[in-house]
């Protein structure tokens, strides 16, 4: 019984994509109500509808039996030109026969089921129409049947039982495809661009039973090109890789629209945020290129997203715009907003822009640093308020002019004037290195420490504060004890020098 309603609906389907709901009498000349004495069945004329292979028109010598110009009249009958072959799968044979098998009926009963109206007198026929279908299967329609197109708002599953695939459909041409009716359900908000279309072509089951990777009725007239206008992450979908390639499938328009969240006026100022916190939200529409085309530096989420590449959607094509407060004179007065937040600015800039204004006179009033930095720029570098060395050779810069300045030895013996903001730090400064030894680093060498700190020579002070544990030190990298003691690594039980 089963495999009898789903080719009724094939046969209601054909119809309504032919011709008009409403429309009574048949396309063509033949009156058969006329004709109702003369025929007891339906196959004396139609034969190929009950059996396979045969003819399902009358031939003009068959009409020429009666209408011989003697009996009756000459006429002139051609039988109708084949129709383009569309992505309708029909066997009238097979179906007439589930009629009759279902019915315990003979062919005539049969045919009159879905070729007249309920209750009408013999061979008062019509060509069959969805709505008797949908209505002897007891298939519920969203809205009336007032146009020929209703029966797109069935439901989901029957779609395949009509329909071919698209890719299966090979005579089907673009034009047809675009002309398409849309189904109620896509034009419901939230369908696309939204979640629902995707939930919708989920794996789900077809009428014959079998479980697909795609919802069957997706097939029907889409194919894996059309998903491509949108999906960057369509290798990663199953849904969409069950799809067959089909360029046709893209006689169907569709534009990748921005989410009504995307609207938002503070959208473009938390988006980043929002990205960190689910940035599988970003991977369906965008590329690592819609990031890099306003971040100058890649930001993490650059590294979740896809690289566009074959096989996947172009996604969204972004333009890198100025945000509202970067109005003209914004470049004259940039400085307070950047001091303020300079990881504001890291969103859209390199440090590499920054230089090529600020380099040429780092330590003036109107260069990198602001007015008067100069002056405090020792405790700046010392509590790591930046990073001198993205700018600086500290090495070299820092150095030669402290040398200039007076505030470090040129003659290669150590002094204190460096760090003269803090009187005697010679004698403290140890735990000054043990709390930032890379603040150290920048301006002495180790030769500065062993000049005092070496066990094999010079002044041979203990560098070790309270506490230190030489033993777990030389288990774990005796290298570094060697650097004071050579290979006379002394034991717990020595004297530490």
């Not at 003659?411 to 010679?426: C, E, S």
Request: aromatic share 6%; glycine share 8%.
């Amino acid at each position: 019984m089963s495999r009898l309603r789903n080719l009724l609906i094939v046969v209601g389907c054909f119809a309504l994509t032919a011709f008009a709901v409403g429309q009574i009498e048949p396309d063509d000349t033949f009156d058969h109500v006329k004709h109702e004495k003369l025929f007891p069945t339906c196959e004396s004329c139609h034969k190929g509808a009950v059996e396979a292979g045969a003819r399902l028109w009358p031939t003009a010598e068959s009409c020429a039996n009666c209408h011989d110009g003697t009996v009756e009249d000459t006429v002139s009958w051609k039988e109708p030109a084949a129709k383009p072959r569309g992505n309708l799968k029909f066997a009238h044979d097979e179906h007439s026969q589930e009629v009759r098998d279902s019915l315990g009926a003979d062919s005539t009963i049969a045919c009159m089921k879905c070729h007249a109206e309920m209750g009408a007198e013999w061979m008062h026929v019509r060509r069959p129409v969805v709505r008797q279908c949908f209505d002897c299967h007891n298939i519920q329609v969203a809205g009336a049947f007032a146009t020929d197109t209703a029966h797109v708002n069935g439901p989901e599953s029957a779609c395949s039982t009509c329909h071919l695939t698209l890719v299966e459909a090979t005579e089907l041409p673009e034009a047809r495809i675009a002309a398409f009716p849309i189904p109620a359900s896509h034009e419901a908000e939230g369908f696309s661009p939204g979640k629902h279309h995707g939930e919708l072509a989920q794996k789900s089951k077809g009428p014959d039973g079998l479980t697909y990777d795609v919802a069957p009725s997706c097939q029907t007239c889409h194919a894996r090109d059309f998903c491509l206008e949108c999906h960057v992450d369509a290798p990663e979908r199953t849904s969409i890789q069950a799809l067959a390639l089909d360029p046709r499938s893209l006689a169907i328009d569709v534009e990748l629209t921005a989410p009504a969240s995307h609207e938002a006026a503070t959208f473009q100022n938390r988006h980043g945020r929002e990205s960190r916190k689910k940035a599988a939200n970003c991977v369906t529409c965008h590329t690592q290129e819609s990031c890099v085309a306003c971040h100058r530096s890649a930001p993490a989420v650059a590294t979740v997203v896809h690289a566009a590449g074959p096989g996947r959607g172009v996604g969204a094509q972004i333009e890198r715009e100025k945000p509202a407060t970067h109005v003209i004179d914004f470049a004259d007065r940039h400085n307070g907003p950047a001091t303020a937040n300079p990881s504001s600015c890291s969103g859209c800039h390199a440090r590499s822009e920054c230089l090529d204004c600020h380099r040429p006179s780092p330590g003036g009033a109107d260069g990198y640093h602001v007015a008067g930095f100069l002056v405090r720029h020792p405790s700046a570098a010392y509590n790591r308020q930046s990073d001198c060395g993205d700018c600086h050779n500290t090495r070299q810069f820092c150095t030669s002019c402290h040398i200039e300045s007076g505030f470090q030895s040129s003659n290669g013996i150590l002094a204190g004037r460096f760090h003269d903001a803090q009187q005697g730090f010679r004698l403290g400064h140890g735990p000054a290195a043990r709390q930032a030894m890379e603040s150290c680093v920048t301006c002495h060498s180790e030769g500065d420490c062993l000049a005092c700190h070496s066990a094999q020579g010079g002044r041979r002070f203990n560098p070790h504060g309270p506490s230190f544990d030489a033993e777990r030190l030389k288990k774990r990298n005796p290298q570094t004890c060697a650097a004071c003691h050579g290979k006379a690594i002394p034991d717990d039980d020595d004297d530490d020098d």
